[in-house]
């Protein structure tokens, strides 16, 4: 059974990153950086070696994404207190892409939810509501 549903989260997860990621199309933007502005989005500014460590990539590849992503806009670079760290924010630009890539994907669940039924779906809801409780509980045990 933990196969199987790991299996199914991963398969879930990749079909709803899929479906959000087909707007990026419209904008000059990888994968890599999309990952770097949602995750900005969500936890606020960050500095580089949080954002590092956050994302599991060097800080050699990071610096590259976030070089492009300051260059197009969408990230900005602020130094901080101590002059050696930078804190990364994104920009309102950065925010307008990662905000239409959410409503795709809320778009792609509502039209799931709507070939499930409202009773399945809310039942759904309260059951990963739950699980999620659970991951939170072992994750910070």
């Known amino acids: 059974m933990k196969k199987e549903l790991e ?9 709803v990153k899929v479906e959000g990621r087909r707007v990026l199309k419209d904008y000059p933007i990888t994968a890599a950086q999309f990952d770097l502005l949602q995750r900005l989005y969500f936890k606020g500014p960050m500095k580089m070696t949080e954002l590092s460590s956050s994302l599991g990539i060097a800080k050699s590849t990071l610096s590259g994404i976030v070089q492009r992503l300051e260059g197009t806009g969408y990230v900005t670079r602020i130094r901080g207190k101590d002059k050696r760290v930078f804190m ?3 920009t309102d630009v950065g925010k307008a892409v990662v905000k239409s890539v959410i409503e795709k994907r809320v778009e792609f669940i509502g039209k799931v939810i709507d070939a499930m039924g409202e009773e399945r779906s809310v039942e759904l809801l309260k059951t990963l509501q739950k699980f999620k409780e659970e991951i939170e509980k072992c994750r910070n045990s």
């Open 7 to 15: 299996k199914i989260l991963r398969d879930i997860c990749f079909i």
């Open 88 to 90: 990364i924010s994104v």
